[in-house]
């Protein structure tokens, strides 16, 4: 048994290795031919409608806004935290040139204020998921919107669950803020600090790489 298991974790590095670099090689050759012909879209839309993306949460995350009802009067237009996530490949762009790609989709996860006491001291801390809202930039969809952006929503009106797809909002609806105040192309990038330190940084967005803050 033991001699088995030593051969075993003896064996196994330098096999995985080989597989991988083969592996690793024609993917590299996939990419490259795929890119090449047209960039990967995380969104699809049927008869106008947005379907529900599916697997944000390992996209790249961005930062995450909150703005409590105890600190506006008691009824903040938006209450809950916002988790945002960008997909891979507008990310990618982001931290190349600075710019939003035309294909880009901007998620925003809505989580309730949960506790607001933890043991290291007073906060708001993240209670359950009640909600779904993201943006698209394209030129092919919303050729008409401001920036190509459009917005939708998958929350219920309960919010107690998401719907399947989502239509978009009237521009007006949701974009006169965006417009007015946002830092960058119509999104809040002041906001999320990933987005702010890797624009157009190349390597250094992906953090870690220099000793500096920012
Ligand atoms: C009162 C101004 C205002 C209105 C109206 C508004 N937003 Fe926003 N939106 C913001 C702000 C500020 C942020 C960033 C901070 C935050 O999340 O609170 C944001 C962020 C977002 C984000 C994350 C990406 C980004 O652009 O920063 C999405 C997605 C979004 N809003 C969707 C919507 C939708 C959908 C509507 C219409 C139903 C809408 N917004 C209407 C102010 C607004």
């Known amino acids: ?9 003896k064996k196994t590095p330098s096999s995985i290795l080989a597989k991988g ?29 947005l379907e529900r993306p599916t697997g944000y949460r390992e996209w790249v995350y961005v930062g995450t806004p909150v703005t409590p009802n105890d600190m506006n009067n ?3 237009a938006f209450p809950e935290h916002h988790n945002v996530y960008i997909d891979p490949e507008s990310w990618t ?4 040139t600075g710019e939003f790609r035309d294909g880009t989709i901007i998620i925003k996860e809505l989580v309730d204020v949960g506790s607001k006491a933890a043991v290291s001291g007073a906060g708001y801390f993240q209670g359950h998921f009640i909600g ?7 030129k092919k969809v919303n050729p008409n ?11 219920t009106p309960d919010h107690s669950s998401l719907t399947e797809t989502a239509t978009a909002f009237p521009a007006a609806a949701c974009n006169a803020c965006h417009a007015a105040a946002a830092a960058d192309d119509f999104v809040f990038t002041q906001y999320y600090p990933v987005l702010r330190a890797g624009k157009g940084t190349g390597e250094l967005a992906i953090g870690g790489v220099s000793s500096s803050l920012k």
């Open 21 to 49: 670099l083969g592996a690793a090689a024609l993917l590299g050759a996939l990419t490259l031919a795929s890119t090449s012909v047209s960039a990967k879209e995380y969104f699809t839309i049927v008869d106008g409608a």
């Open 145 to 155: 919107e401001p920036g190509n952006w459009s917005y939708y929503s998958f929350s």
């Open 93 to 96: 762009h982001w931290k190349e």
């Open 74 to 76: 008691g009824k903040a």
């Open 132 to 138: 779904l809202e993201a943006t698209i930039k394209s």
């Open 1 to 9: 048994m033991e001699a088995h298991k030593a051969f075993a974790t």
